[in-house]
C-alpha cells in the first residue's frame, strides 16, 4: 500500500508567519500552496515554491475565497461565474510561481470554507473544478472523499485523487465537523497516527460517531496551521512506516 502525505503551507504574509513550513516540507510529500488571497504573498509563494521543488514535493495550488482577515474560512456567496474566475486567478499565479521555481504545477486543492461549500453542493464543485480544468485539463483534482467533491471529479472523468483529514474530525455524511465545535479540530499525534492507520486499513473514513464510510484515499492532510502540525505530520510517517506502507505522491 502507498499513500501520499499532504499539508497546506505558504500561508504566511509579510513579516507575520504561520506554521512550520520549512519543518513540514521535511516530511510531506505533496503541498498545498496559498496563492495570495486567504494568505500568502508573491514573495511568500515564490519561497514556498522554491522550497517544496527542492525537496522535490508534489507541487499543488491551494486557492481560496479572499479573505485574509478570516483565513478563508468564512462562506462568502458568490456568483458560479465570479468563483470561477477567482480560481482561474489564484492558479495562475501558481503556475507561474511552479515554473520560475524549475517545477510544474501537478494539483489543485480548495481551500478552507469554498472546499467545504463545495463538498454540499455538487453544482458549486462542477464550477470550481472546471474553472481548474479549463486552465489545464491535466491537473490533479484533490478531492474530500466521500463528498460532492469526488462525485464531481468523478463526473468530470478527469485525473483526481482522494483526500482525507488527519486532524479534523467528521460527520456521518462525510463532511467536515464545523471548526466552530468542541473537538473539531484534532491534535493529539498518537491518537491522529492511530486513527489513520486505521482508516487506510479499513479503506474508510471514520466519523466522530463511529460510522465507517468506504472511500477512495490517495493523499493524507495535515493543516500546516494547526498547532503541532510537525509533530503530528512525523507520527503519522512513522505510524505509516511502521506498518509498511510507503509514502509517495500521489
Not at 76 to 95: D, F, H, K, R
Not at 122 to 146: F, G, N
Amino acid at each position: 500500500m502507498k499513500v501520499d502525505l499532504n499539508a497546506d503551507i505558504g500561508e504566511s504574509f509579510g513579516p507575520w508567519v504561520m506554521g512550520d513550513d520549512a519543518a513540514l516540507m521535511e516530511v510531506i510529500t505533496s503541498a498545498n500552496i496559498a496563492c495570495g488571497a486567504h494568505a500568502g504573498d508573491p514573495d511568500v509563494m515564490a519561497a514556498s515554491m522554491a522550497r517544496a521543488q527542492s525537496h522535490n514535493l508534489g507541487l499543488g495550488a491551494h486557492p481560496g475565497f479572499a479573505d485574509r482577515q478570516g483565513f478563508g474560512r468564512r462562506r462568502i456567496p458568490m456568483a458560479p461565474s465570479e468563483i470561477a474566475n477567482m480560481i482561474t486567478y489564484q492558479l495562475g499565479a501558481a503556475i507561474a510561481m511552479a515554473r520560475a521555481a524549475g517545477g510544474t504545477l501537478r494539483h489543485v486543492k480548495l481551500h478552507g470554507a469554498l472546499s467545504n461549500m463545495a463538498a454540499e453542493d455538487l453544482t458549486l464543485a462542477r464550477h470550481c473544478y472546471e474553472a481548474v480544468l479549463k486552465v489545464d485539463p491535466d491537473l490533479i483534482l484533490v478531492a474530500q472523499s466521500a463528498t460532492a467533491l469526488e462525485e464531481a471529479a468523478r463526473a468530470l472523468d478527469c485525473n483526481w485523487a482522494g483526500e482525507i483529514f488527519a486532524d479534523r474530525a467528521y460527520n456521518d455524511d462525510g463532511t467536515l465537523v464545523s471548526r466552530a465545535e468542541l473537538g473539531a479540530v484534532l491534535h493529539d499525534p498518537g491518537e491522529i497516527a492511530t486513527r489513520i492507520t486505521e482508516m487506510l486499513r479499513e479503506g474508510a473514513i471514520i466519523t466522530r460517531s463511529g460510522k465507517r464510510i468506504a472511500c477512495r484515499i490517495d493523499t493524507i492532510c495535515v493543516h500546516g496551521d494547526t498547532p503541532g502540525a510537525v509533530k503530528t505530520v512525523r507520527a503519522l510517517r512513522d505510524a505509516l512506516t511502521a506498518e509498511g506502507i510507503a509514502l509517495e505522491r500521489f
